[in-house]
């Protein structure tokens, strides 16, 4: 594991889990938050992203808020009895959420924590990859916008519009998207 900080949050109503997750997950490494309440996790969540949230079963209310976290971009862990652990794996696997037993010694959770924390890290790269090309998306859908109008108010080809843009563009020392937005401000 790397040197940083990683923050968790522990949901269960069990004192004894709560006890044992603490003991494995200890500072420097890992800043933990234990909360017996749902309601109290779903407050804490919305203040701030939590790199790994683990949720005890918790007679099947914690399936529901796992589910309800899944949009976020944190890792989350559903620590299931072993008697339902394919029955809930099923259910919430389709959400991206992991599933552990709730008996589970240190060297298996502790596993299971890297595990968390490796699919983290590879969210963090796919959430940043898709807004980059969520950007590029936008940046391509306004200068074609721009080549668009310069072909309606000019009587350029396509060609000769995007030429128009990449050399106004050269010569004034501006980006195609700058330039493009000031075409749409100047001709809409």
Known sequence: ?????????????????STLVSTFLIQPLFD????KDFNEARRLCSERTFNIILVDFCD?????FAIDMSDSLST???????????QISYKVEPFGILTMTDTFDQFYFYNMIK??????YKV???????????????????IN??????MQNLSLTEPESHRYLEKQAMDRGLKRMALAEE??????
Request: charged share 25%.
């Open 76 to 86: 989350i862990m559903i620590l299931s009895p072993a008697q339902h652990f394919d």
């Open 1 to 17: 594991m790397t040197s940083e900080t990683h923050s968790v949050l522990s949901v269960t109503k069990d004192p004894k889990l």
């Open 115 to 120: 595990i968390a924390i490796a699919v983290h």
């Open 124 to 142: 963090q790269i796919l959430s940043t990859k898709a807004t980059k090309l969520k950007e590029k998306m936008e940046e391509i859908r306004i």
């Open 32 to 35: 933990l938050t234990i909360v």
């Open 145 to 150: 916008r721009a080549k668009l109008l310069l």
């Open 60 to 64: 099947g209310e914690g399936i529901d």
């Open 183 to 188: 075409i749409i401000r100047t001709y809409s």
